[in-house]
């Protein structure tokens, strides 16, 4: 199929076609032919991560994700890794809760290298015991140091009470009782699984004929074997009917406040009303929003805060989350100070400069997300994911100055709750509130 996309900016346009084509074993396949850049960005979307993993087994996808790249039935690591580096290439795999990605970056002329060692890493991993052993205490290390942040304690703490028993409620890497009891034969097993043609997205973006980018891709792809899909099944998490309020205590220079609930999935239809919301509330990068600028730069009870309920948004519902971190003697101002905003905007219309300067906002940095390859050949794979369609990039400024002040007055009133909320701080406070010294 082949589908036209524009991407427009104030004075200029950028146009460029999208080939989609299913391989015979289910893989999708995403084209874009670029000859103004000498470079090809590959990359391949397996659709798994954390959240079809078992709760006693949580790590396990990002652990997968990690040990793709560190040898295959044909390679050792090394060879893998001197394959890559002897084109002046990149060749990564990385995972997350909804996704593993293994990405490549050649040039045009060692295309077939990065297909040979994308789908090699896919489809022939071995993950060696050494390999493996490492992995568990690098990702041991990893949480080890993140739990002596406040900042990331109070987010963990916060999904905990928001989710409940479904998988976002844990963070990808695992908890250390977890994570020191995968083993190999988990690893392999997963993959079994869930790293399948008819479960993955290939998208590729740069150099090259799409007509004979195609048959290379049925050369090293082709002999990926489809299997049946079973996917874990989960409720759906429901948005809290009551208040959730936790403190716990941290040596630290200030309290780090979460508050907030449950979000919204990115297929919600009020996502764009929702991000003209965000953006008057909780702020974009140089856009004045409410909560910065009347806690930070009136108040100055901050550096840093923010609030928003589409950044999290995926294939499950994301979180409403409004954050500041303060001085302990601010706390309740802090906090008085974030529930007022989410009042206010509940309650009140926003005006139409607040509405103008939004939407001027999220429409004129849009176009900053498809500067490479890289970026245009990731969101192939969320166009394909979501239904976005491959015109977004035309219709996204569309959705954006369509939105109404009475649009963000009523997904503001049906989304937001400055009532039944979860609250965690963390830092200098004891377990009912209280300072300490």
């Given at each position: 199929m082949k589908t036209q996309m524009n991407a427009t900016e104030p004075r200029k346009s950028r146009t460029f076609d999208v080939h989609r084509h299913v391989l015979s074993n289910g893989l999708i396949v995403l084209l874009v032919d670029n000859p103004s850049i000498p470079a090809v960005s590959l990359s391949v979307s397996v659709l798994t991560g954390a959240?079809?993993?078992?709760?006693?087994?949580?790590?396990?996808?990002?652990?997968?994700?990690?040990?793709?790249?560190?040898?295959?039935?044909?390679?050792?690591?090394?060879?893998?890794?001197?394959?890559?580096?002897?084109?002046?290439?990149?060749?990564?795999?990385?995972?997350?809760?909804?996704?593993?990605?293994?990405?490549?970056?050649?040039?045009?002329?060692?295309?077939?290298?990065?297909?040979?060692?994308?789908?090699?890493?896919?489809?022939?991993?071995?993950?060696?015991?050494?390999?493996?052993?490492?992995?568990?205490?690098?990702?041991?290390?990893?949480?080890?140091?993140?739990?002596?942040?406040?900042?990331?304690?109070?987010?963990?703490?916060?999904?905990?009470?928001?989710?409940?028993?479904?998988?976002?409620?844990r963070p990808s890497h695992g908890y250390p009782e977890t994570v020191v009891k995968l083993t190999r034969a988990d690893l392999l097993d997963f993959h079994q699984h869930f790293i399948v043609p008819n479960n993955a997205i290939l998208s590729m973006v740069g150099d090259f004929r799409t007509s004979e980018v195609l048959s290379r891709i049925e050369r090293y792809f082709g002999t990926w074997q489809p299997k049946p899909l079973s996917l874990p099944k989960h409720a759906k998490p429901t948005r809290q009917a009551n208040r959730r309020i936790k403190y716990i205590t941290m040596p630290a220079q200030q309290l780090n406040i979460y508050l907030g609930h449950l979000g919204v999935e990115r297929s919600n239809p009020d996502y764009y009303a929702l991000q003209v919301l965000d953006t008057i509330l909780g702020g974009g990068a140089g856009f004045t929003a409410r909560i910065p600028q009347r806690l930070r730069d009136e108040l100055g009870l901050a550096y840093t805060t923010f609030a928003s309920i589409t950044a999290s948004a995926g294939a499950d519902p994301g979180r409403f989350v409004s954050y500041i971190g303060t001085s302990p003697e601010n706390m309740t101002a802090a906090i008085e100070g974030l529930i007022q905003e989410i009042r206010k905007i509940i309650s009140e219309p926003v005006s139409d400069q607040e509405l103008q300067d939004a939407r001027d906002y999220l429409t004129g940095s849009f176009v900053f997300s498809f500067e490479t390859s890289s970026q245009i050949a990731r969101f192939l794979v969320h166009a394909e994911v979501y239904g976005l369609g491959f015109d977004y990039i035309d219709k996204y400024p569309e959705y954006i100055r369509s939105i109404t002040t009475s649009d963000v007055s009523r997904v503001a009133e049906n989304y937001l709750d400055c009532e039944n909320y979860t609250m965690v701080v963390v830092g200098p406070v004891d377990k009912d509130g209280k300072i300490t010294d």
């Open positions: 959240r079809h993993e078992s709760e006693e087994k949580a790590g396990l996808a990002m652990m997968v994700s990690r040990l793709l790249d560190e040898g295959t039935k044909t390679r050792t690591s090394l060879e893998i890794a001197e394959a890559i580096e002897s084109v002046g290439g990149m060749l990564d795999s990385d995972g997350s809760y909804e996704r593993i990605v293994v990405s490549a970056s050649v040039l045009k002329e060692d295309i077939d290298l990065g297909l040979e060692l994308s789908a090699d890493i896919l489809i022939n991993p071995i993950f060696p015991e050494a390999f493996i052993e490492k992995e568990k205490s690098r990702t041991l290390s990893e949480i080890a140091s993140a739990r002596d942040r406040p900042q990331v304690i109070a987010g963990w703490e916060f999904s905990e009470l928001v989710y409940g028993k479904h998988p976002l409620h």
